[in-house]
């Protein structure tokens, strides 16, 4: 039951996520949004919205990537002001990596892999990282502060691709 509120959730936030960037679009030629890529959280302009922190830009095999956190408890306060039920037990972070086809410049959207993180206690969790709305996502724990690190794997047609890198979670 558990699973299935945190997949409903992981939903929402994907609904909400979507209706964050289409109520973007064309916001540049309102009065003091030109500009607002630069305002935290409102990076995207001209594509999907991207929320969170960056936590990784760069090779990952033959595309170019950029990796993102999402603090879930943030994002569950800010659901529940605007009105959003949210119920269960969830994992703390939404670990998303963007990835750009470096020869036709558009972004991966289709294939399976894997994200392994090493957390400061030196435990690891190897978990499968999805295609989802623009990107490959997951849930995963981060239960306290200190140094983490990323060992993504992704496999997309024919082309494989990986990267690591850390991150310290304050």
Not at 7 to 22: D, E, K, N, R
Not at 23 to 43: A, I, L, N, R, T
Not at 53 to 59: L, M
Request: charge should be positive; avoid cysteine.
């Amino acid at each position: 039951m558990k699973s299935l509120t945190a997949l409903a959730l992981a939903f929402a936030l994907l609904a909400f996520h979507g209706i964050a960037a289409a109520d973007m679009k064309g916001h540049e030629s309102m009065p003091g949004m030109k500009g607002h890529e630069s305002m935290p959280g409102m990076q995207g302009h001209g594509e999907m919205m991207k929320m969170g922190d960056k936590i990784f830009g760069g090779k990952v095999g033959p595309w170019q990537g950029e990796a993102r956190l999402i603090d879930m408890k943030a994002s569950m306060e800010k659901a529940k002001a605007s009105g959003m039920k949210m119920e269960g037990q969830m994992k703390s972070h939404h670990f998303e990596i963007f990835l750009t086809d470096l020869k036709t410049k558009k972004a991966v959207t289709e294939g399976k892999g894997t994200v392994t993180v090493t957390g400061p206690d030196k435990k690891t969790t190897k978990t499968d990282i999805a295609a989802m709305a623009g990107h490959f996502g997951v849930d995963v724990d981060l239960p306290k502060p200190g140094k983490y690190t990323f060992k993504v794997a992704i496999e997309s047609g024919k082309e494989k691709g990986g990267a690591t890198f850390s991150h310290t979670l304050k």
